[in-house]
C-alpha cells in the first residue's frame, strides 16, 4: 500500500519540487532582470522627458499640430509624456524578452525568435506611418493655402481630401508591411481610390460643364471684364 | 561662389578684349523682349551721346537665351541722331551682347554686367529693364550722374505711380524697409539702378549667386546691401515707369513669398544694422519733380475682400500658431465685417500682423513658403482697407496717408526687436 502511495503521489511530487528546485534560479534570475528592466525604464522614461523639454520639443509638437490631433483622438498626456511612455514600455519590453530568454524555456525560446524577426516589420510600419502624417499635414496645408490664395471655394474640404488620401496610403503601406490582410487592404484601397476618382470625374464632367464654359469665356474672350482687377503689386 | 564661374569670365575676357577704363556702363538684363529693347538701347545710346559725350561708355545686354530674336535687335539697334539734334561721335560707345550662365534669372544676369564693370574698371554703371516703354535719355543722366560726379555710390529710381500701381511696395517693402535701415527710398525694387563700380565690385564679392538673389530678388537684394553696408545713396526722379505687363499668370502668392521673402531673409543677414537704429531720414532726390497723367487702374474691391474674408475663415487654425489672439480677433471681426464701406484694416494692426509673419519666420515656426504665403489673403485685406479710405484721394494725399503707415511701422520697431532678441 505505501509503496503504491509512495509511486502514485510522492515519487511525482518529488520531481515537480526537483524540477521546480531547479527552474527556480532561473524564474528568480528572470524576475530580477525584469525588476531591474522596470527600474531602467522608468530612469529612461525621466530623462527622455527632461530632455524633450530642454529642447522645448512641447512647443514644436504644438507648432506643428500634433498636440491637437492628440486632443482629438481623446488623448490627454503631452506629446512629451507620451513618448517618454512609449520609451518606458519598450525598455520594459525589452527586459521581459531577455527576462523571458534567461528562463530557457524552449516554447517561450521559439515565440520569441519569431517575434524578434517580426519587429523589424512594425518599426517600418511606424516610420511609415509617422512620415504618412508629416507629409498629410504638410501637403493637406500646401494645397490649402495654396487653394485659398486661388479663390476656390472648396478650399477646405480639398485639403482634407489632400491629407487624407496620403493617411490613407500610409495606413494601407503600414498594413502591408505588417502582413496585416494584405491582399484585402490592397484591393479594397484600389477600389475606394478608382471609385472617388470616378465620382470625381463624372462630378466634373457633369456637374461642371457650365462652369467650365463660363471659365474658358472669361479667360479667352476679349470682352466680359466684369472681373477685372489690373493692379500691379510691384 | 563669390568667383567668376570659367564661362562667365571667359566670355566677358573675349568681348571685352581691347576695352579697359570705360567710364560708363549701363547694363541691360533681358529674356525675350525683342519688342520693346530696340527702344530701350537707342534711349540709352541717346543719353550717352547727349549728356556724356566725352566719355568713354559700354552698353552690355546680358541675355538669358532668347528665343525671340533680342539680341538680334539690340545689335541693329541704331539711333538717327539727326533726328533728335545731336552731333555724331565715333568709337566712343560699344555695344557688347553676352548670354549670361549660372541659374536663370534677372540676378544672373546682373551678376554678368557687374564682372564686366570690374572687368573694364567702369567708374559708374546703370542697369535697366528691357521691357520699359517709358525710359528716355534723361534716365541715363540721372542714374549715372550722381554717381559720375557726386560720387553717390547707389543711385535709387524714384518713378511716379498711379495710387494703386505698387501696392507690394507701398504697404510692406517702403515702409518695412525704411523702418528697419532708417533711409526713405521710396522705390527700393524700381528695377532701374545707377551704382558705383567700387559697389559692383563689393556685390561680386557677396555670397549670394547660388541662392534666390540669383532668381529673384536682386532690387531688393542691391538696395538693402548698398544701404547696410553705408555706402553713399540717393534717388533719381524718373517720371513715370511704363513697362510691357509682366506675365499676367503671375501668381500674387509667389510674387509675396520672393519679393516679401527676400526682405525677411535680408533681415537675417543684417539684423546686426537693423537692430540699432531708429527712425528715418530722407535722401537726396535728383531729377524735376513733376506730375504725369497715368491710366487709371481698375480694381476689384468685391473680389478682393472675398479673397480676404474666406482666408481668415480658412487660415485661422494656422495663423493661430503665429498670430497673437488680439490680431487674430481682429481679422475675425474684420472678415464678419458686412458693411464695405465700414471695412477697415487699421495701420496699426497691419503693423503688427507683418512683425508677426516676420518673428514666425525668424523662428522658423512652420514652412517659410506656408508662412509667406498665407500672408496674399490679409494683404488684399489690407490693399482693399486702403482703397476704399483713398477712392477720392488725390495723389499727394495718398503720399501723405503713406507715410502715416510708414511712421506707424517706425514706431513699433521696439516691439519687433524685443520679440526677435526672445526678449517678449
Redesign the interface.
Known amino acids: 500500500m505505501k509503496a503504491i502511495f509512495d509511486r502514485v503521489f510522492i515519487q511525482p511530487l518529488r520531481e515537480v519540487f526537483q524540477k521546480l528546485a531547479g527552474f527556480a534560479p532561473s524564474l528568480l534570475t528572470g524576475i530580477v532582470v525584469f525588476a531591474a528592466g522596470l527600474v531602467l525604464a522608468w530612469l529612461v522614461k525621466l530623462l527622455v522627458v527632461r530632455i524633450i523639454r530642454i529642447l522645448k520639443l512641447d512647443a514644436a509638437f504644438a507648432r506643428s499640430g500634433v498636440t491637437e490631433a492628440l486632443q482629438k483622438m481623446a488623448v490627454k498626456d503631452t506629446p512629451a509624456k507620451l513618448i517618454g511612455r512609449m520609451f518606458f514600455w519598450l525598455v520594459a519590453f525589452i527586459f521581459f524578452v531577455l527576462a523571458l530568454s534567461v528562463m530557457r524555456v524552449p516554447v517561450i525560446d521559439q515565440l520569441l525568435e519569431r517575434l524578434l524577426l517580426y519587429l523589424p516589420n512594425i518599426f517600418v510600419a511606424l516610420v511609415v506611418l509617422a512620415i504618412g502624417w508629416f507629409l498629410g499635414n504638410f501637403l493637406g496645408r500646401a494645397t490649402l493655402i495654396a487653394s485659398v490664395n486661388a479663390g476656390s471655394k472648396i478650399a477646405g474640404p480639398l485639403s482634407k481630401g489632400v491629407k487624407g488620401v496620403i493617411l490613407l496610403f500610409a495606413f494601407v503601406m503600414a498594413f502591408e508591411q505588417l502582413g496585416i490582410g494584405r491582399s484585402t487592404v490592397i484591393a479594397a484601397f484600389a477600389i475606394m481610390f478608382g471609385g472617388v476618382v470616378l465620382a470625381l470625374a463624372l462630378a466634373f464632367g457633369l456637374g461642371g460643364r457650365d462652369l467650365a464654359r463660363t471659365f474658358l469665356e472669361k479667360r479667352f474672350k476679349k470682352n466680359g471684364d466684369a472681373d477685372r482687377d489690373d493692379l500691379k503689386h510691384l | 561662389m563669390s568667383g567668376k564661374t570659367p564661362d562667365a569670365a571667359g566670355i566677358s575676357r573675349a568681348k571685352t578684349a581691347g576695352l579697359k577704363n570705360v567710364d560708363i556702363l549701363v547694363g541691360i538684363p533681358s529674356f525675350n523682349n525683342a519688342r520693346t529693347i530696340g527702344h530701350v538701347v537707342r534711349a540709352v545710346e541717346a543719353g550717352l551721346t547727349k549728356y556724356f559725350p566725352g566719355r568713354r561708355a559700354v552698353l552690355v545686354n546680358s541675355d538669358g537665351g532668347s528665343s525671340d530674336g533680342t539680341t538680334d535687335v539690340v545689335r541693329d539697334a541704331s539711333l538717327d541722331l539727326d533726328s533728335i539734334l545731336l552731333d555724331h561721335r565715333k568709337g566712343a560707345f560699344r555695344k557688347l551682347v553676352i548670354p549670361y550662365h549660372g541659374i536663370p534669372g534677372k540676378g544672373s544676369a546682373f551678376r554678368t554686367v557687374f564682372e564686366i564693370a570690374r572687368e573694364l574698371e567702369a567708374k559708374a554703371c546703370a542697369v535697366v529693364d528691357a521691357d520699359l516703354r517709358s525710359i528716355t535719355p534723361e534716365w541715363v543722366e540721372l542714374l549715372i550722374k550722381p554717381v559720375l560726379e557726386e560720387s553717390y555710390d547707389y543711385v535709387a529710381p524714384y518713378y511716379m505711380r498711379h495710387k494703386?500701381?505698387?501696392?507690394?511696395?507701398n504697404t510692406i517693402v517702403y515702409p518695412l524697409t525704411r523702418a528697419l535701415y532708417g533711409k526713405r527710398i521710396r522705390q527700393p525694387?524700381g528695377g532701374d539702378f545707377g551704382f558705383s563700380g567700387r559697389l559692383a565690385s563689393f556685390y561680386l564679392g557677396k555670397d549670394v549667386w547660388a541662392s534666390d538673389v540669383a532668381r529673384f530678388g536682386i532690387d531688393i537684394w542691391m538696395t538693402t546691401t548698398a544701404v547696410a553696408n553705408g555706402f553713399k545713396l540717393c534717388q533719381a526722379f524718373l517720371g513715370a515707369k511704363i513697362h510691357d505687363a509682366?506675365d499676367p499668370a503671375a501668381?500674387?502668392?509667389a510674387?509675396?513669398h520672393q519679393?516679401v521673402g527676400s526682405v525677411f531673409d535680408l533681415m537675417e543677414d543684417y539684423a546686426d544694422i537693423w537692430r540699432t537704429i531708429r527712425d528715418s531720414e530722407p535722401v537726396a532726390t535728383f531729377g524735376f519733380v513733376y506730375s504725369v497723367g497715368l491710366e487709371p487702374?481698375?480694381?476689384?474691391l468685391e473680389?478682393?475682400i472675398?479673397?480676404f474674408q474666406?482666408?481668415v475663415r480658412?487660415?485661422a487654425p494656422?495663423y493661430r500658431?503665429?498670430l497673437p489672439d488680439d490680431i487674430l480677433a481682429f481679422l475675425t471681426d474684420l472678415a464678419a465685417q458686412s458693411d464695405r464701406g465700414a471695412f477697415a484694416y487699421p495701420d496699426s494692426a497691419w503693423v503688427r500682423t507683418i512683425i508677426h509673419f516676420v518673428l514666425a519666420c525668424h523662428r522658423k515656426?512652420?514652412?517659410r513658403?506656408?508662412i509667406l504665403?498665407?500672408l496674399?489673403?490679409l494683404y488684399l485685406g489690407k490693399?482693399a482697407s486702403f482703397v476704399i479710405e483713398t477712392w477720392e484721394s488725390p495723389a499727394e494725399e495718398v503720399e501723405r496717408r503713406l507715410e502715416g503707415l510708414c511712421r506707424s511701422f517706425e514706431s513699433e520697431k521696439d516691439y519687433l526687436i524685443e520679440r526677435w532678441n526672445g526678449q517678449a
Open positions: 494703386y500701381d505698387g501696392t507690394i511696395t525694387i509682366k501668381d500674387l502668392s510674387m509675396l519679393v487702374i481698375p480694381v476689384n473680389k478682393m472675398e479673397k474666406m482666408g480658412e487660415l494656422f500658431s503665429f515656426l512652420a514652412s513658403e506656408h504665403k498665407s496674399t489673403p490693399v
